[in-house]
T-cell receptor
Framework: DTGVSQNPRHKITKRGQNVTFRCDPI?????LYWYRQTLGQGPEFLTY????????KSRLLSDRFSAERPKGSFSTLEIQRTEQGDSAMYLC????????????FGSGTRLTVV | EDKVVQSPLSLVVHEGDTVTLNCSYE??????LLWYKQEKKAPTFLFML????IEKKSGRLSSILDKKELFSILNITATQTGDSAIYLC???????????FGKGTRLSVIA
């Protein structure tokens, strides 16, 4: 197991375009989390899944954002009609159950909207 | 709403110095407090604290929790340039709520 994998590592897009990121969690982990981190800030929670069910969404997650985890394994995060304010590092983490000590983070996808 | 405040936000020290990073929190139903180190990319786990007054130690790093005063400190002794990173504090509420992070402390250790 190579840990949590995120793709792509970097994405530059023009304002108004749609982007999709992928996260492959540790295989036996049933929980998957998406966080966003901007410069000078800690990670901010966006949404999380237990298996394929999306259990919670932050108010930060506007209607331009959608996340899926169709088979309870990998997850995708899509941002439609990107805005410059969406520029950030998007971090994915996974865990087995709600064990806080068990969060493993991926290396993130850095999005730049120009 | 759960809240985590870290101080200082940034710190520059010389190799060999000892540093203390602070984390205060407000949480409805406390379950645990965690420290992470973030270099260029993924935060990596350092400590999880659940009980007051019990020091967790790993090499030159140590951490302790005060549940009465709602804070934790992370100490790093004999700092090295490899300790340069952002140190994140996070709290875990009971139930299913995900971790809530502070803004982090950016530590720079210069030779």
């Amino acid at each position: 197991d190579t840990g949590v994998s995120q793709n792509p590592r970097h994405k530059i897009t023009k304002r108004g375009q749609n982007v999709t990121f992928r996260c492959d969690p540790i295989s036996e982990h049933n929980r998957l989390y998406w966080y966003r981190q901007t410069l000078g800030q800690g990670p901010e929670f966006l949404t999380y899944f237990q298996n394929e069910a999306q259990l919670e969404k932050s108010r930060l997650l506007s209607d331009r954002f959608s996340a899926e985890r169709p088979k309870g394994s990998f997850s995708t995060l899509e941002i439609q009609r990107t805005e410059q304010g969406d520029s950030a590092m998007y971090l994915c983490a996974s865990s087995l159950g709600s064990s806080a000590g068990g969060y493993t983070f991926g290396s993130g996808t850095r999005l730049t909207v120009v | 709403e759960d809240k985590v405040v870290q101080s200082p936000l940034s710190l520059v020290v010389h190799e060999g110095d000892t540093v203390t990073l602070n984390c205060s929190y407000e949480v409805t139903n406390f379950r645990s407090l965690l420290w992470y180190k973030q270099e260029k990319k993924a935060p990596t786990f350092l400590f999880m604290l659940t009980s007051s007054g019990i020091e967790k130690k790993s090499g030159r790093l140590s951490s302790i929790l005060d549940k009465k005063e709602l804070f934790s400190i992370l100490n790093i002794t004999a700092t090295q340039t490899g300790d340069s990173a952002i140190y994140l504090c996070a709290v875990h509420d009971s139930g299913n709520t995900p971790l809530v992070f502070g803004k982090g402390t950016r530590l720079s250790v210069i030779a």
